[in-house]
């Protein structure tokens, strides 16, 4: 059992009164008031509010790590420019941060949100959440959405006890359906957030209208869509899929100007206001902003490498037979030895519990937690015949 030293009664005294001091005027989320699923087990006081214990969480998560090997968009092309996921969260923190900190907002729950938010995210971007998506509905007639399997990743797979505004914040951070107005819902307790994630399994149409609770993950999900506007773009470019003169300009011609703009003009319609808001012309630039985006990037960014046909069979091949292994018991399949038995060891309290899991559930934990490369060397490795052989863009190909 761990055992987590504590500061001394005079130390935690003087931390708890500077931490008051610094709660004055502030319009965030009061620490205080953080809920837990079951009772915090650290101990730790002072400045280590609930919000930082579940960065700390976040950030040792095995997952994390994996962030910096997930692409964003662009699959498959050797050049170390092109965004990973690893640079994106922090991207979204920063600016989240830079929004927050204007506001009077608690940071870290921002950073907390910002951090965890696409965690379950699978590999190959777009195209990855919606081959796994269809295969798990196939199945199951349940949907896979990566914000709600990242709530699975830290809460369930390896159940950190993080607070429910961090995970509701990440659970409604939906980045690929824009508002004018972000007015946070009040949730009362997990209950209702276990019901919420339910439904969205279910539903995918509800699934893009659950908002946070709190502003902090309003500003999360705005600051999503300010991060990867204009990243997206200037990546586009270096991968030589589109022209930068193709793009539209009414909030930036480049990266740093659409950030700062969007950054400018939520602060100047947020202040001091119970939503995070966009004026109406911002608004509807974004929108323009973004419908080019997926018209000429994430609809076709596979098929940049061509490899846009052969990554959906390599899923359902990968899928197909991942499940039968589960359902047969196969102890030497990889599902097993690369991923039941790390869980297991991470969390030894429910190691007899999680291998009981649905098998298809059980399939989509695994996949949605590989890398790009990981997958590619797996499908290799189950199927040594296949005809579906993956060449990435080098970094001297034309």
């Not at 439904?199 to 209208?209: F, T, V």
């Amino acid at each position: 059992m761990p055992k987590y030293e504590q500061y001394s009664q005079e130390l935690s005294k003087q931390l708890e009164t500077n931490a008051q001091a610094l709660r004055v005027n502030r319009a965030g989320f009061d620490e205080r008031n953080a809920a837990y699923r079951y009772a915090e087990e650290d101990g730790r006081g002072g400045w280590c509010t609930p919000f930082l214990r579940d960065i700390d969480k976040i950030v040792n998560c095995p997952y994390f790590s994996r962030y910096a090997d997930k692409t964003q968009v662009y699959s498959l092309y050797k050049n170390d420019d092109i965004t990973r996921r690893s640079l994106h969260v922090q991207l979204v923190s920063r600016i989240a941060r830079t929004i927050g900190n204007a506001l009077g907002l608690n940071l870290d729950l921002i950073e907390a949100i910002a951090l965890g938010h696409d965690i379950g995210h699978p590999a190959f971007a777009h195209t990855g959440e919606s081959l796994l998506d269809k295969l798990y509905h196939e199945h199951t007639g349940r949907h896979f959405l990566h914000n709600i399997h990242s709530v699975r990743v830290l809460d369930k797979i390896h159940g950190y006890n993080l607070t429910l505004q961090t995970l509701d914040g990440i659970a409604s951070h939906n980045g690929e359906l824009e508002l004018e107005e972000y007015r946070p819902v009040p949730i009362r307790d997990f209950n209702e957030f276990d019901e919420r994630m339910e439904r969205c399994a279910l539903d995918k149409n509800y699934a893009d209208k659950i908002m946070p609770s709190t502003l902090e993950g309003a500003v999360v999900r705005i600051s999503d869509i300010i991060a990867y506007l204009g990243k997206d773009r200037q990546d586009a470019v270096l991968a030589q899929a589109v022209k930068k003169s193709e793009f539209s300009s009414q909030i930036g011609t480049v990266n740093a100007e659409i950030v700062n703009n969007l950054i400018v003009n939520v602060i100047e319609n947020s202040y001091g206001k119970p939503y995070i808001k966009l004026d109406k012309m911002h608004f509807e630039a974004l929108k323009k902003a973004k419908k080019e985006n997926y018209e000429k990037i994430y609809n076709h960014s596979l098929s940049h490498t061509g490899m846009e046909g052969k990554i959906q069979p390599m899923m359902r091949e990968v899928y197909n037979q991942l499940l039968e292994d589960v359902k047969k018991g196969c102890k030497t399949s990889p599902i097993y030895t690369h991923h039941i038995r790390q869980v297991n060891e991470n969390n030894p309290k429910q190691a007899t519990m999680y291998e009981l899991t649905e098998p298809n559930q059980l399939v989509v934990d695994y996949v949605a937690s590989m890398t790009d490369d990981y997958f590619i060397e797996l499908h290799d490795f189950l199927f040594k015949d296949s005809a579906y052989k993956v060449k990435y863009r080098g970094y001297f190909d034309e």
